[in-house]
């Protein structure tokens, strides 16, 4: 199935749509709920003031992010990285 130049929202649920690619698509105001994204490859993606909570971010790797502003259990992660840099 093919979505082209549409604005609408949809509604999808007990869906596989793994293998699936988004390309220059607005998400935002997305609600994610009992989601798989495991394996998936995020590129130039804006998560600004985005919510995660009961996540599994087991193994994830993040580089060249912008952090500022981040909180971790309400602990910045740019102060948590300047204190581990502090320690090595």
């Known amino acids: 199935m093919h979505l082209n130049n549409t604005k609408q ?3 999808v649920r007990d869906a596989d749509l793994s293998r699936s690619a988004f390309e220059d ?10 989601v798989n994204l495991s394996e998936a490859l995020f590129t130039d993606v804006n998560l600004s003031y985005s919510k995660f909570t009961n996540i599994n971010f087991a193994n994830a790797d993040l ?3 912008d952090l500022t502003g ?3 259990n309400g602990l910045l992660v740019t102060d948590l990285l ?3 840099a502090k320690k090595t």
């Open 9 to 11: 929202a949809l509604q």
């Open 25 to 34: 698509v607005n998400l935002s105001e997305a609600l994610f709920t009992d």
């Open 63 to 65: 580089s060249n992010c």
């Open 70 to 72: 981040m909180r971790i």
């Open 82 to 84: 300047a204190a581990h």
